[in-house]
Each structure stands twice: as structure tokens, then as C-alpha cells.
């Protein structure tokens, strides 16, 4: 893959001709959102071909929640969802990390994705490669609704994660495993993982305003601490639209989850409307969710703090809808 191609199909979203899918199922789905039919749901941003097919804000919902407030869970109300105009993004952090990694292999700072992580974190065991961590095939003793909040608990991340038993290399989601990708991406790039982001994924694409949280130790929180507004996760999903390799090697499905798969950091869900063919989708806690549908080069970024989940969006009914929209 050339440099110059990458980094040019970060720095702009498209200057294709305008697309001419109907908005209507969005309209409908816009007064669903209005209505309350799926709570807390604060933005909506549909891009086709780089061009803004709908886009939508709602009240920000800030519910009551038990629990001692702190910066790290969701019951303080000075981080979540929203801080300084930008919108807790919870996991799809990790696939921002995803999009570094590729950065920073082609920029030469990683070798491959066959690399040992001991390499660069040699507290780490011997036979994990950066794959490895990109599937989340980590082979960490790790339960997710256990040690996610145990981690954030603690007063150095990456020493729980390593502190964390041997398990079976298989597909295991694990909060813990971003952690050590920053460790890596950190030390192989000499810089801080904030800073990274916005010199060669952030300013390239044009967005100007993030936050992303730092843990106690001063590391970033790669597992869920970043913060875009709806329009700039949408304008991050327009770059995996391109047609290059580390796009094409991401969405590969490398991992089962039931019926879903997982490629490089990403969630790879069943296409409505094509037997066999998987939609790219980065998830986080509380109603964030970023849909790709490259056939017909359409992006839909959701925002929204419903952390309960109760009636919450259904994947399958968007990306009914957006099939629809994109035809």
C-alpha cells in the first residue's frame, strides 16, 4: 500500500457527485428518535459518498444512576456522555486504535502484524503478535464484565492486564487488550497516543476538536477513552471506505462470536440484503455505533447515553434501513 494513498484517502471525505438515495426511511427514523421510541439516542450523521445524506441532534440524555461518581464509570455526569462539545465514543476507541496500528505500519513503526508484542513490551508474554491483539486472541485470562471495571478500578491499567493468568489463544473480548496496544503503539512511536492521532489520522481528515482521557499513569485509555462529536466519528468511518489493503486485511473475519465475526478491531455483522457478506460496524457502551456499508459507500454514525440498554436501536432494523438508503 503507497503512503501518499493512505494518508490521501484520509484528507477529505470525497468530492463525489452528490448521492440520490431517498431519505425517507431516515425521516422515519428521525421522528422514532424524536418520539423516544429508542432512548437516549443524541445524534444521527449519514454520509454517502462523503456527502451528508442526513444528519440529526436530539437532547443529550443524562440519566440517574446508583454508584460513588468518579471519573471512570458512568455515573458522573462531568465525563459522560458528553465533554468540552465531544461525545464519549466508549468502545469504538478501540477501533480508532485499529486505524493507528495500520498508520503506524505503514509508517514503518511497526514491522507487521506478525511482530512480537514482547518486542516492545517485554513484560508481555514471548508468543503474542500484534495480530494476536488485533483479534482479540490474546490469551488472557480476562471476564469482561468482571475485570473491565476492576481495571478502571486500579491504579496502573496495564499492570492488571498483565497481572491477568494464561488462558487459550481463542476469541475473547477483553478491555485489557487495547491497553497493551497503546503500551506498544506508544513505545514504538515515541509518542503519546493523543498526539499521534492528531498529527497523522485526526488533522489529515479535517477534525479538529477530540478529547481522549488519559488513565492514572498517565497512558491512554484505549479502551474506551475517546471523545468525537457524531459528524467527525461519521467522517472517521469515511476513510475505511477506501480500497487499500490494511482496509481490505481489517475486515477480513479472523474471529466467531456466534453469529457475528471480528476482524482487526472491528465488528463484522450479518448484511441484510447479501448472503455471505459481512458489515463492518464499530460498537460502544451506552448507543454508539458507526455502520460501513462499502457497496454502496454509505456511513452512519449514532451517537446516544442509554447505558442501561433498555430499548435500545436494533442493529438489524438500521441496517435494514440503511440498505434500503443506500440502493
Partial sequence: MNRRTFLAGLACLSCCARARAS???????????????YPGVDGMVVLQQGETLFSAAYPVRQPTLEGEP??????????????????????????????LVGIALERGELRSVEMSVADYCPEARVDLSL??????????????????????KSADWLAYVLAKGRDEKRF???????????????????????DYARVHLFE????????????????????GGLYLSTADLARFGCHYLRKDSWVHESFRPRARDEDWRYGYLWWLLPHPAIAGEWVPTALGYGGQRLFLLPRQQLVAAFTGWNPGGQNSLPFEKVLRILTEVGS
Avoid: C
Avoid at 431519505?23 to 421510541?37: H, I, K, N, V, Y
Fill in 70 to 99: 468518579g471519573v471512570y464509570n458512568y455515573t458522573d455526569p462531568e465525563w459522560h456522555p458528553v465533554r468540552g462539545g465531544v461525545h464519549t465514543l466508549q468502545s469504538i476507541t478501540k477501533t480508532v486504535l485499529s486505524a
Fill in 23 to 37: 431519505s425517507e426511511p431516515l425521516l422515519a427514523l428521525d421522528a422514532e428518535f424524536r418520539r423516544g421510541t
Fill in 204 to 223: 489529515p481528515l479535517g477534525i479538529e476538536n477530540f478529547l481522549w482521557k488519559n488513565t492514572p499513569t498517565g497512558l491512554a485509555d484505549a479502551q
Fill in 172 to 194: 475473547n473480548y477483553s478491555s485489557g487488550v487495547p491497553m497493551l496496544l497503546a503500551s506498544l503503539l506508544t513505545r514504538a512511536t515515541g509518542q503519546r497516543l493523543a
Fill in 131 to 152: 495480530q494476536d491483539l488485533l483479534t482479540m486472541r490474546a490469551g488472557i485470562a480476562w471476564e469482561e464484565e468482571q475485570d473491565w471495571p476492576a481495571m478502571e
